[in-house]
């Protein structure tokens, strides 16, 4: 079971290591209301920008996907219904590392994950 | 009043009173005096306990920090410092960084702010989509005087439905959408609270707007009566023909029912429920396009401002209280300028502001549709409500109803679904003392209709099958006024005295059931509802026996061709 660290070295606090390298699940834990991905721009792009194939949306706020070794760009685009919806995304797992927070006006999220 | 110049008007109005109200909230800036104390970029949670929560607020991570600093919990103060940072990163909350700027620029937002609104609210005015009100085949719902031209604008941005059968047009829809043409051509001046970057500019409190979510109403207008041309000569009879000059007359329109529900439970959409709402809706955030602008500058100074970054949350987490608002004005200023400087055009400041005020527009729009998306999902499933209609009947007394409604779904798998009413009428004003009987309580009423989903049988994929009971108690008789000299349509009376001006039924009970197959395909929508009905009377037939009515229909939406 791969889980995922922050990575230290990006000053920004916005980049990921999931170690080892493989299946992983993010789950958006809506704090009020209901957060769900927008899932058209909901997207991982790999080093040359293009769409890793085979990710999906098991349920409105979950994302699955399955990373390789090296470094892709996490998209993600979200819907608050209603439009007060609070939310934090979430490493789909005991304990799962905390990505970020989604606030009415976050709309979408890019960070950086290694693998 | 001609709607050409309703029109102008408004406009008018508006461009008079627009430069005055934007100067007022943003002559001055706006700086930080509540940072500690108000919800800058804060989330509402109420429940956060342990570590850090990146949807605290700024102010409660700065309290995480230095709480944890002085514990010496350097692991927990970390977890704050990265979070505190993310609001300062347009990738991460974007919205944030838009606030911060439109704050510091406060006299650059005013003016943009000014020519921006007036554009927009020039377009919402004279935007009618349709065909003219002049044509005889108009698509608009009403067009015609004040209150039609206002409702077709509410009708044309999405916050109002209608739907019109013969010659009765009906509206409806809930009590927040009616505000959402106020939202769409306010470029984020007037919002919902949750997405208002543009600090002290109008906003609705979420929690009111989530009760009037809860309000619906419908009205029926009856649009049979026509206007009339008025034309007077203008010059002298020649040679047996004449010149006139036509008025025309306004339209006019009779409310023949109004209802108002109010929904008193229901259970809270599920994110499938609302997925499919969305989706139904076909809702992406349109946002994207205006966040991709802001966080291009960002891209393009990425080195400089992850410098700027680290330096703000150093500065802004080694001030304390009664500094941390002149701290970050200077950390705003020097973000505007970084910013700024990789916008090649000579109005870099002005630009950098339109792109944020840009956001915050794109945002309050984005929000006025995902309220019409969770309102519409919150109405799928109501469990109780309360309905009360108005209703004015042709040639009938007007009376009120007011009816409980429950519904709910009996298996886990939702096929099963029974839904009861119950409800009281009673005419609006005392029925003459001459009928025997009557009185102000017209009626009561009692339903209940059990509905199966029937699964799925080759292409016939959305198919029910419905059972229904329906019991009146007609206990003040049914009414109707009449003029000897010109018959009801429909109705006729024989014996009638010449004099006579309301005829009335006989009270009694009225039972009906109904038992309804409708086979249908979800794909192509169509549909064909196969029915039988058996009652004992209505309110103004008395059988001396049980009569049965079969019925049978074709739907077809039109819709299902133009989707996917």
């Excluded at chain 1, 439009?83 to 490493?91: I, K, M, Q, R, Y």
């Excluded at chain 2, 009765?168 to 959408?177: A, E, I, P, S």
């Excluded at chain 2, 929508?525 to 209505?538: D, K």
Aim: charged share 15%; glycine share 6%; with cysteine.
């Amino acid at each position: 079971m791969s889980v995922f660290a922050v990575d230290n070295s990006d000053p920004t606090g916005t980049t990921f290591v999931e170690s080892p390298a493989g299946p992983a699940q993010l789950i958006i834990k809506s704090k009020t209301g209901t957060v769900i991905f927008d899932q058209t721009n909901t997207v991982i792009l790999d080093a040359s920008g293009k769409a890793v194939a085979g990710t999906s949306f098991p349920t409105p706020n979950q994302f699955k996907f399955s990373l390789t070794a090296g470094k892709f760009t996490l998209k993600t685009s979200y819907q608050c219904h209603p439009p007060n919806s609070t939310g934090v995304l979430v490493e789909d797992a005991t304990n799962g590392l905390v990505f970020d927070g989604i606030l009415p006006s976050t709309n979408s999220q890019i960070f950086t994950l290694k693998a | 009043m001609q709607k050409p110049e309703i029109r102008s008007l408004l406009l008018l109005t508006f461009i008079a009173f627009t430069p005055l109200f934007a100067e007022t909230l943003f002559g001055q800036q706006q700086p930080f005096p509540t940072l500690f104390t108000n919800k800058w970029c804060q989330g509402k949670v109420t429940d956060a306990k342990g570590y850090p929560t990146p949807i605290e607020g700024f102010a409660a991570l700065w309290k995480d920090y230095r709480d944890a600093k002085n514990v010496k919990d350097d692991n927990k103060a970390r977890v704050a410092r990265r979070f505190l940072g993310y609001y300062l990163d347009s990738r991460q909350q974007v919205g944030c960084v838009a606030d911060l700027i439109l704050r510091a620029d406060a006299k650059v937002v005013s003016h943009q702010l000014v020519s921006s609104m007036t554009a927009q609210f020039v377009t919402a005015v004279e935007k009618q989509a349709g065909s003219s009100v002049a044509s005889s085949g108009t698509t608009n719902a009403i067009s015609k005087n004040l209150t039609s031209s206002l409702l077709s604008l509410a009708n044309e941005y999405g916050a109002l439905t209608s739907s019109t059968s013969g010659q009765t047009t009906t509206v409806g829809g809930t009590l927040d959408q009616l505000l959402i043409p106020l939202e769409r051509s306010s470029n984020g001046l007037i919002s919902d609270c949750a997405v208002a970057l543009i600090k002290n500019a109008t906003c609705i409190s979420s929690d009111l707007l989530g009760v009037l979510g809860r309000v619906s109403y419908s009205a029926s207008l009856d649009l049979s009566q026509p206007s009339t041309i008025t034309g007077s000569a203008t010059e002298q009879a020649a040679g047996g023909a004449q010149q006139v000059t036509g008025t025309q007359g306004d339209n006019s329109f009779s409310l023949s029912q109004f209802t108002a529900k109010v929904l008193m439970y229901a259970y809270k959409p599920s994110a499938s429920d609302l997925k499919a709402e969305s989706d139904a809706e076909k809702f992406t955030p349109a946002a994207a396009s205006k966040i991709k602008e802001l966080r291009d500058l960002q891209d393009a100074v990425d080195e400089k401002w992850e410098v700027w970054q680290n330096d703000a949350k150093d500065a802004l987490l080694a001030a304390d209280e009664t500094n941390i608002a002149h701290v970050m004005d200077v950390q705003t200023q020097k973000l505007i300028q970084l910013l700024s400087g990789a916008i090649s055009k000579s109005n870099s400041e002005e630009e950098l502001v339109s792109i944020a005020l840009g956001i915050a527009a794109a945002e309050a729009n984005d929000a006025t549709t995902e309220r019409t998306v969770y309102d519409k999902a919150l109405w799928k499933k109501p469990l109780a409500s309360f309905e009360y209609d108005f209703n004015t009947p042709a040639n009938q007394p007007t009376n009120s109803t007011f009816r409980l409604i429950y519904g709910q779904s009996l298996n886990k798998s939702k096929s099963l679904k029974i839904t009861a009413n119950g409800a009281a009428s009673i005419y609006d004003s005392q029925p003459s003392s001459s009928i025997p009987g009557a009185s102000r309580l017209r009626d009561t009423q009692f339903g209940a209709e059990g509905d199966y989903t029937i699964p799925a049988v080759g292409m016939l994929n959305s198919s029910l099958l419905s059972m229904a009971y329906y019991f009146q108690d007609q206990t003040s008789p049914a009414i109707l006024n009449v003029t000897p000299s010109s018959p009801l349509s429909g109705i006729s009376f024989t014996g009638l005295s010449s004099s006579a001006t309301q005829v009335f039924t006989q009270t009694g009970h009225i039972h009906l059931g109904q038992v309804k197959l409708t086979l249908g395909n979800s794909s192509s929508g169509f549909s064909l509802p196969i029915s039988v009905t058996a009652s004992n009377r209505t309110e103004l037939v008395v059988n001396n026996k049980i009569s049965i009515r079969p019925q049978i229909g074709i739907s077809y939406s039109f819709d299902s061709l133009l989707s996917k």
